[in-house]
């Protein structure tokens, strides 16, 4: 039956529309809005906000501060670290090769949505890959390989098209030294030989 507003009572908010299945774990100031379904086994983090008809199915983990917009479902395997964003009908998968007729749930595929990274509207994981921290998937862009820390990619096969700040504005191109430094927030980042992106810590 639909979870009555008792949660409020534990510091989150369910509207009187949606489930949440016995079992699960909701962090404080966490809200869940309309027609939704948190599943067994499944944790969600503190100050979430889950939107319109949004699943998390079993064993699921959310962190902290996690924000998943209308019509995303979450499918077992997939882990979202503190600070996600997940866009507006994003996809995940969890079985590379469904099939209806054959049950595949010990074949389930784990995806890692890295720290503060950023998922668009409609853009689709394939199973298996990870997104790095603070990597920035573009709207409509299909997953079918891991996204790098601080990457920027788009397009159906997504590929990297440029590097990101933590505060979401796209960093200039790397210099000679592989250096670069947001023009909005300062911060600076360095690119190594593996063209690995990395903030650089300010000494005192």
Known sequence: MPSENKSEEKGYFVHE?????????????T???????IMKDSSVGKNCNIGQNVVISPGVVIGDGVKIQNNVSVYTGVVCEDGVFLGPSCVFTN?????????????????VVGRGASIGANATVVCGHDIGKYAFV?????????VPDYALVYG??????????????????????GAAACPACGKRYK???????NIVKETV
């Open 17 to 29: 529309s949606s489930y949440v299945d016995e079992g699960c774990r909701i962090g404080e100031g």
């Open 31 to 37: 809200k869940i809005w309309h027609f939704s379904h």
């Open 191 to 197: 690119k190594d030989e593996n063209n690995n992106v």
């Open 138 to 146: 573009g709207a409509g862009a299909v997953v079918t390989r891991d």
């Open 95 to 111: 079985v590379i090769n469904p099939r209806s007729f054959i049950e595949r749930k010990h074949e389930y595929r784990r995806t």
């Open 156 to 177: 159906s096969p997504a590929r990297v098209h440029g590097y990101v700040c933590e505060c979401g504005e796209r960093l200039p191109e790397f210099d000679a030294a």
